[in-house]
């Protein structure tokens, strides 16, 4: 890498990429459709094993991590 490169990376980093946490609550086949289209646009960072709720056995609740666009 030359010198110029280095200083023209130096003057002019890349943007920092930025994240949104969120606990998505829902059902198995909602929270798939939401995650295929987070995943679809390259949103979708990480996402937590689902987590049933203690009150509705039908109802998961998962942790998202989405890339900001």
Known sequence: MSL???IRTRRHPR???R???RH???TPEEITTLM????E???LVFASVPV???D???RFRRHLRLRTP
């Open 52 to 54: 049933p709720l203690p």
């Open 56 to 58: 509705d056995p039908t």
């Open 15 to 17: 943007p920092a990429t």
């Open 4 to 6: 110029r490169s280095l």
């Open 24 to 26: 998505v609550i829902g």
């Open 36 to 39: 295929e289209l987070a995943t």
């Open 19 to 21: 994240y949104v946490d």
């Open 41 to 43: 646009r390259g949103l």
